[in-house]
């Protein structure tokens, strides 16, 4: 069994990635787009409570692991 992935709101999500570089390009309503310099791109949803598997879309997205997106919300 793998481990769950953390509750999260949007807003800490995003914080946690600009840690990892991407920056905010564009927002449009309650979503967040985001880009990195490498071309990566991601849209977060700025919910109080981000579901755990939009989340793991996200990180698939973001190519981010659950575990660097633990040590970047801590950061």
Known sequence: MSPRLPVVSGSQLIKAFTREEFESVRQRGSHVTLAH???????????????????????????????????????
């Open 37 to 75: 310099k490498d071309g990566r791109r991601v849209t977060i949803p700025l919910h109080r409570e981000v579901k755990r598997g939009t989340l793991s879309g996200i990180l698939a997205q973001a190519e981010i692991s659950r575990d660097e997106l633990i040590t970047l919300l801590k950061g």
